[in-house]
């Protein structure tokens, strides 16, 4: 069977690359990755003293209008003193000029911009989130919420996956959510967002103060979620609070009358009110359960299969490991998964986290099977990402040369370092690493004969790394490498491998992929029958005898 076809792509070289070329094509995506995180607080602070100077400018407007109508009414009032005694030619030709000109001039000034705040305004706004990035953050919110099990009630209260923060979200953010998920047609989980965003104590946020939502306009939406889902019983009761709310509003009035006639035009239609209360989680309006892991958490109940697993020194694949050992924890024989303890060091992994911010791009995909260099950004894998050949830097040297005394395999045989960071609920979607089927391989295609995943960061809460064949969740722990062969000794697919990067539900995820080339291990893990004949092996199976 075909594999999963998918070459990530963006790859950064000093020369002009890929990458370069990508970066020139692509969009920021902000909510994919968190570098970007403190330009836009930067920006919202620059943007926020331009809103000041614009208040103070206004307010300077508003107190010059004030004066001039103080003097106005000073000079009728003279006018009106002065007329018992014969109208002066002076106060004649001085209402005339006054109505002549001076009123012009208030014209002028009235229609006069207030400063240069709305031109820096206008200047910025090509470096502002788009829609794009909007729908990226609220199908990361989407993707995390399915994953773990939340419900909208509580994410909006801060409590995410058990973790009780101070944060909470507003009426206008879940009314946000509730749209991306109408428009997704995910009726069940929508009708949870709006029901929390009615249900929001939270302050008025400014954009409340500007447009709203209204309590009126919630339960309106509400009602049109719930006609969605065949519920018009519940959809009436929702209709009747928002025009209790806004009697005076004649599209509600108007959807309300409509629904009304369908209910009374064909009778027995609706749907038990019970089946969409707000306390269930969204799992029969879309295909997230295929796609989305169950066990991210690291509190799935299957039984385990894996037996006599144990920590070990590795001082067997290099002689400098006689001297310094590998802190190896072995998590799964066949196929054959460890973890690698302090790879790479807080030296490196600044460096590396450090140079790559200003490099990184949303990570895109290309199908090997296909002719044509057809890249696209991913919709799989929410991330920005950059490629380093082996010696790109000092970090890179060293990480290449210890990865390749820890596992004994030719790394000149390898492809580039990719380093991967995670943004707003980052995830990777349940795939294989190997590229090509048994077929194609056998045929002569090179593949990867294995994976391995650098932790450069430790994340609060999520982003774990789950086999679902083998009811593993490895969470990220800085300075340590996730490794296992995609490939069996026989060269043949490993399709316990299967895995997810599970979506991150605090903090940021900082990676770094290192895929090993099936040709050019010959002569460090040939062709065998069995791993009991691992004794032939150059490589780190030589652990397992």
């Known amino acids: 069977m075909l594999i999963c076809g998918l070459l990530l792509v963006g790859i950064l070289f000093l020369s002009r690359s890929l990458g370069q070329i990508l970066e020139e094509s692509t969009q920021q995506r902000y909510a994919r990755s968190v570098v970007n995180m403190d330009d836009l607080l930067k920006m919202e602070v620059d943007l926020a003293l331009n809103l000041e100077k614009y208040a103070i400018r206004l307010f300077q407007k508003a107190k010059t209008i004030r004066l001039g109508i103080h003097q106005m009414k000073e000079r009728h009032q003279k006018y009106g003193a002065s007329s018992k005694f014969g109208i002066s030619p002076f106060d004649t030709y001085s209402l005339i000029r006054h109505m002549q000109a001076d009123w012009l001039m208030w014209q002028v000034f009235l229609e006069e911009a207030v400063g240069l705040e709305l031109a820096y305004l206008e200047l910025k706004k090509s470096t502002l989130p788009r829609k794009y990035d909007m729908f990226d953050a609220a199908d990361g919110i989407r993707s995390m919420q399915a994953t773990y099990e939340m419900l909208a009630s509580d994410i909006t209260n801060g409590l995410l996956d058990g973790v009780q923060y101070n944060s909470s979200l507003g009426s206008v953010d879940c009314l946000a959510m509730g749209h991306h998920l109408i428009n997704q047609s995910r009726w069940t989980v929508a009708e949870q967002w709006i029901l929390a965003g009615i249900e929001a104590k939270n302050p008025q946020t400014e954009m409340q103060l500007l447009r709203g939502p209204n309590t009126a306009h ?11 889902q065949g519920n018009h019983e519940g959809a009436l009761q929702a209709y009747q609070i928002a025009l209790k709310h806004s009697p005076h509003d004649s599209k509600t009035f108007q959807e309300y009358q409509s629904l009304e006639k369908t209910i009374f035009t064909f009778p027995g239609n609706n749907v038990e009110e019970s089946k ?3 306390d269930s989680v969204d799992t029969d309006d879309s295909d997230d359960n ?8 690291g509190r799935c109940k299957v039984p385990r299969e894996l037996k006599k697993l144990y920590c070990v020194f590795n ?15 072995i998590l799964s024989i066949d196929p054959f998964v460890i973890i690698l303890h302090e790879m790479v060091s807080p030296k490196e992994n600044a460096l590396i986290r450090s140079i790559s911010k200003q490099y990184m791009l949303p990570s895109a995909t290309v ?27 000092e970090a890179t040297l060293k990480i290449t040369e210890r990865l390749g005394d820890a596992t004994g395999l030719d790394l000149n045989y390898a492809e580039a370092f990719q380093t991967i960071n995670y943004g707003l609920a980052g995830f990777f979607q ?14 002569g295609n090179d593949d990867r004969v294995a994976t391995t995943l650098f932790y450069l960061n430790e994340v609060p809460q999520g982003g774990g790394t789950y086999f679902p064949g083998l009811n593993i969740t490895v969470f990220p722990k800085s300075g ?5 062969y995609n490939l069996d000794t026989k060269g043949n697919d490993q399709v316990r491998t299967l895995h997810t990067g599970c979506p991150v539900i605090v903090g940021s995820k900082w990676v770094v992929s290192k895929w090993v080339n099936y040709k050019g291990q010959e002569f460090r893990r040939p062709c065998i029958e069995s791993n009991s004949n691992a004794k032939q092996f150059l490589s780190i199976e030589r652990l397992i005898i």
Request: glycine content about 0%.
């Open 218 to 228: 919630l339960f309106r939406i509400l009602s049109q979620v719930r006609t969605q």
């Open 276 to 278: 969409y209360s707000d």
């Open 290 to 297: 295929v796609q989305l892991p169950p066990c991210c958490s």
């Open 315 to 329: 001082h067997v694949t290099a002689p400098f490991l006689r001297l310094a050992p590998i802190k190896t924890e």
């Open 367 to 393: 199908d090997v099977d296909e002719t044509s260099d057809n890249y696209n950004i991913a919709t799989f894998r929410t991330s920005k990402s950059v490629w380093y050949h082996n010696d790109f830097n």
């Open 430 to 443: 349940t795939h294989y690493d190997m590229l090509h089927s048994d077929k194609n391989r056998h045929n």
């Open 480 to 484: 340590s490498a996730l490794f296992w």
